[in-house]
Structure formats: C-alpha cells, structure tokens
C-alpha cells in the first residue's frame, strides 16, 4: 500500500515504515519487481493526430525488472483515450534491448547550434511498440496472469 502511494519512497524511509531493516526489504522489493507485480512505466501521450515516429526512453529503465512504455494516445476534443501503444515484456521480464536504436539528441542546439548526443536515451520507433485498441489490453500486458491472481484471492 505504501509503494501504491509513494513510489518514490526510499528504501530506508519504506523499511522504517514497515518495521524492518533495510536489507530485507529491498530484496523483498526486487521479489515484487522479478514478480511483475511492480511495473517502471514511463509513460507517454499523444494527440490522435500526433506526427511522433518515437519516444525517447532512458537506458536506466532497461535495468529495472518488468520496465515499460505505455504510449497513450487521446482525442484532444472528446478526451477519449486509445490506441495504447506499449513497448516492454512480460511482467517479470525486463524492457527489450534499446541499445540499438538511435540516440537521441537535445532539443535545442548549443550556443553554436550544435544539438549534442543524449548518450542516455534511445529513440524508441513507432513500430517498435505493441498496439492495444482497449484499455483492459493493456491490464493484461502489465500485470498479466498477475492481477488475476491477485484479484482472486481477493
């Protein structure tokens, strides 16, 4: 419960909180990570009729276990969400090998124009990610059999 509201929360202040040492507590984390049932989720949006070919995704989130991108797209006039676009694998699993694709660069350009390498972020391609017209698709690609189980033990 506490993680669902503050996922930021240290792995001394967490430990505090629920009266353990630290040591046990972060392995009883990365247990929750390895198991899915903690998702890294970088999440982008986009208009409808966004031109975006990519998203830049950090490297570091290719070393979290069950890491993700969910792209969701939305009507800007009705708010309607979907299609959900998502890019990572199994929960459990980590993110696909992003090592490969381009690196991204700055925005904007120094004082002499030049836009330099962002050596930490990859450009993650269009059609790269998994499509999902409904959202209930996309429960299952991160959490999967997981959220199931834990909705039946309920």
Known sequence: MLLQHNSNITNAQLAKEIRLSPAPTLERVKKLEENGVIRHIQLKTAKLDAKAAYQKVHIA??????????????????????????????????????????????????????????????EVRKKA?????RIELIYDALFGAQLQTLQSTK
């Open 61 to 122: 989130l290719a070393t979290k276990p069950s890491g993700c991108v969910l792209w969701i797209f939305f009507d800007e006039t009705t708010m309607q969400l979907g299609p959900f676009l998502f890019f990572g694998g199994k929960p459990g699993e980590k993110l696909p090998d992003i090592s490969q694709f381009k690196i991204a660069k700055h925005t904007k350009g120094n004082k002499d124009g030049v836009k330099s390498e962002r050596p930490d972020i990859r």
């Open 129 to 133: 990610f998994l499509r999902y017209d």
